[in-house]
T-cell receptor
Framework: GAVVSQHPSRVICKSGTSVKIECRSL??????MFWYRQFPKQSLMLMAT?????????EQGVEKDKFLINHASLTLSTLTVTSAHPEDSSFYIC????????????FGSGTRLTVV | GQNIDQPTEMTATEGAIVQINCTYQ??????LFWYQQHAGEAPTFLSY??LDGLEEKGRFSSFLSRSKGYSYLLLKELQMKDSASYLC??????????WGAGTKLIIKP
């Protein structure tokens, strides 16, 4: 089946530093990758949609200069949280549409970010 | 606005049957998904409905009524491992997924 590999699974960083999260599609080409954030006991909130070879589309209220998205190839998309603050602590998940399938979207395993 | 409603939490007994409802109001409709999410993990796909009716897949079944903006996920022969959150998501006219807040299902022995 279609798999998206997401790393790291957990990261703790200091306030003011940057953290990069990678998502790779292992056995299919993901022209579009969706980045979500999920706070405890809440639903997935779409942050941005990244398209291979073009600029990402950010949802309203998401700072594009703080959450840098790069989708340089058909199998790799990255999210960099810059100048992290404790309020950025959350569960970040990437997702890609599985092509030619009714299985919808496949998800990475998620990254638990804790900013101290 | 777009809205997905599902109960916050449900409790059921091992071996029993439980039905999790989902109602939606979205800008267009291109299908409804159910996902299972265990605590601290990413969601995993359960079902996809785009036409009215019941889709059965093992112990899990999903039903859709587009005219009523309503779906349910039916879980039979509940097992302890079914304890998880169940997320309802609708794909709107822009092919964007709109997510419900999820239903936390607690299974008791």
């Amino acid at each position: 089946g279609a798999v998206v590999s997401q790393h790291p699974s957990r990261v703790i960083c200091k306030s003011g530093t940057s953290v990069k999260i990678e998502c790779r599609s292992l056995d299919f080409q993901a022209t579009t990758m969706f980045w979500y954030r999920q706070f405890p006991k809440q639903s997935l909130m779409l942050m941005a949609t990244s398209n291979e070879g073009s600029k990402a589309t950010y949802e309203q209220g998401v700072e594009k200069d703080k959450f840098l998205i790069n989708h340089a190839s058909l199998t790799l998309s990255t999210l960099t949280v810059t100048s992290a603050h404790p309020e950025d602590s959350s569960f970040y998940i990437c997702s890609a549409r599985v092509p030619e399938s009714n299985y919808g979207y496949t998800f990475g395993s998620g990254t638990r970010l804790t900013v101290v | 606005g777009q809205n997905i409603d599902q109960p916050t939490e449900m409790t059921a007994t091992e071996g029993a049957i439980v039905q999790i409802n989902c109602t939606y109001q979205t800008s267009g409709f291109n299908g409804l998904f159910w996902y299972q999410q265990h605590a601290g993990e990413a969601p995993t796909f359960l079902s996809y409905n785009v036409l009215d009716g019941l889709e059965e897949k093992g112990r899990f079944s999903s039903f859709l009524s587009r005219s009523k903006g309503y779906s349910y996920l039916l879980l039979k022969e509940l097992q302890m491992k079914d304890s998880a959150s169940y997320l309802c998501a609708v794909m709107d006219s822009n092919y964007q997924l709109i997510w419900g807040a999820g239903t936390k299902l607690i299974i008791k022995p």
